[in-house]
């Protein structure tokens, strides 16, 4: 585990977006938008864990950074769907698409049982760790 978070860690920023000041938590939500599409800030929340007011927020500080943008939903034009811009998407996939791309051909050869224990035995590491540091 420790080897896996610091190869993630050397993983570079593109260039492009250096000077956007953009944070682990960003991550995490540009990770969903780029393989899962756009979507909801309340959809992005879910999925986050997260409060949709901090994912709203999260939203709204990359949407003045130019990489994220929110646009009327054709069916319910009071609903927002959140969407990485165009001129970024190719930044972010590049930095993205190697990690995603890694975990793909880990998970592949698994069956889905494996896969679903392999995510169990994850998420047990995590609140184990969650509990020793509250």
Do not use: C
Request: glycine share 2%; no cysteine.
């Amino acid at each position: 585990m420790p080897r896996m978070v610091g190869r993630a860690k050397r993983i570079r920023v593109p260039e492009e977006l250096q000077s956007l000041a953009l944070a682990p938590r960003h991550l995490s939500l540009l990770s969903y938008l780029l393989f899962d599409g756009p979507m909801t800030v309340n959809d992005l929340a879910a999925r986050l864990e997260v409060a949709p007011t901090t994912v709203s927020l999260m939203v709204s500080e990359l949407s003045r950074k130019d990489i994220l943008e929110r646009r009327e939903d054709a069916s319910d034009r009071r609903r927002r769907i959140v969407s990485i811009t165009e001129s970024k998407r190719p930044s972010i996939d590049a930095w993205l698409a190697r990690g995603a791309r890694a975990w793909h051909q880990a998970l592949h050869p698994l069956t889905a049982e494996q896969r679903q224990m392999f995510v169990q035995t994850l998420r047990a590491y995590e609140a184990a760790m969650a509990d020793e540091g509250d």
